[in-house]
């Protein structure tokens, strides 16, 4: 994994946030892999770094949920009541 700068203030990566996020996208009969890491700049600021082939985007996020909304399209399941 590379360590991008942040896109919203350049600064360098300070953590990694959460493991890496791997799949696969599909185009007709072809498969491309992928990798993605939420990094936290040392703003604090939270973005993506996605690796599919040879090209690496950036994307900057509000939060971790917000990220996980958009990748998996659900919120998390709430934790069950305690009794």
């Known amino acids: 994994m590379t360590r991008e700068p942040c896109p919203l203030c350049d600064s360098a990566a300070a953590t990694t946030v959460g493991p890496v996020y ?4 599909r185009f007709l009969w ?3 892999t ?3 890491t939420l990094y936290r700049c040392a703003e604090g600021h939270i973005y993506s770094v996605r ?7 950036t994307e900057p996020h509000e939060s971790v949920q917000d ?9 998390p399941p709430e934790r069950p ?3």
């Open 22 to 25: 791997a799949g696969s996208t």
């Open 30 to 32: 072809r498969r491309q």
């Open 34 to 36: 992928f990798e993605e």
């Open 51 to 57: 690796i599919e082939g040879e090209s690496v985007r």
């Open 67 to 75: 990220w996980l909304e958009r990748t998996t399209g659900i919120a």
């Open 81 to 83: 009541r305690e009794l």
